[in-house]
T-cell receptor, first 113, second 111 residues
Framework: DAGITQSPRYKITETGRQVTLMCHQT?????MFWYRQDLGHGLRLIYY???????DKGEVPDGYVVSRSKTENFPLTLESATRSQTSVYFC????????????FGPGTRLLVL | QKEVEQDPGPLSVPEGAIVSLNCTYS??????FMWYRQYSRKGPELLMY????GNKEDGRFTAQVDKSSKYISLFIRDSQPSDSATYLC???????????FGSGTRLSIRP
């Protein structure tokens, strides 16, 4: 019963490098989400996906790319990491969108030097 | 103005105290209201889910919604050190398939 997992849990990278954060869920939920959490800003939605091959921008999408070729996976790529992308990243999934409960992964702590 | 506003705290109270956590929202179309709890270095998890005005009780936790004032509250009775966490209010946006989260209130219960 893995639920929703994220990898890596911790990552240190340098400015300008490409970084991919992985998210995998075992529930066959249709919706998946990527958030970043920073002090003073709470959870901010980066991208979300309603189904495989369907993605949409959230509140803070700039500098990020997502894909969803399979229902269970939703990787988030920082194409050229910047220091402002230092944050804790959470992946979440839900059976449907809007009123449905979202289930969160354990998070990835990313430090960009 | 943010759609959902929440006092970030931190809030520190002695064990056994009644805790009140609050959020305000701006969109009168919001109908569902949630509270998530997030322990340190963990992902948020749903604590309570309410629809419409009034109170909903679950053990030591009571969620209250006042739609006329656009105000939601979470009360914790007989608070325990294990309740120490960040509490986030969350409101599904009916116009989009997403949830708007408050910034979270960090709560510490002193033994």
């Amino acid at each position: 019963d893995a639920g929703i997992t994220q990898s890596p849990r911790y990552k240190i990278t340098e400015t300008g490098r490409q970084v991919t954060l992985m998210c995998h869920q075992t529930w066959s939920h249709s919706y998946m989400f990527w958030y970043r959490q920073d002090l003073g800003h709470g959870l901010r939605l980066i991208y979300y996906s309603a189904a495989a091959d369907i993605t949409d921008k959230g509140e803070v999408p700039d500098g990020y790319v997502v894909s969803r070729s399979k229902t269970e996976n939703f990787p988030l790529t920082l194409e050229s990491a910047t220091r402002s992308q230092t944050s804790v990243y959470f992946c979440a999934s839900s059976l449907r969108g809007d009123q449905e409960t979202q289930y969160f992964g354990p998070g990835t702590r990313l430090l960009v030097l | 103005q943010k759609e959902v506003e929440q006092d970030p705290g931190p809030l520190s109270v002695p064990e056994g105290a009644i805790v009140s956590l609050n959020c305000t929202y701006s969109n009168s179309a919001f109908q569902y209201f949630m509270w998530y709890r997030q322990y340190s270095r963990k992902g948020p998890e749903l604590l309570m889910y309410t629809y419409s005005s009034g109170n909903k009780e679950d053990g030591r936790f009571t969620a209250q919604v006042d739609k006329s004032s656009k105000y939601i509250s979470l009360f914790i009775r007989d608070s325990q050190p294990s309740d120490s966490a960040t509490y986030l209010c969350a409101i599904p946006d009916p116009s989009a398939s997403k949830i708007i989260f408050g910034s979270g209130t960090r709560l510490s219960i002193r033994p």
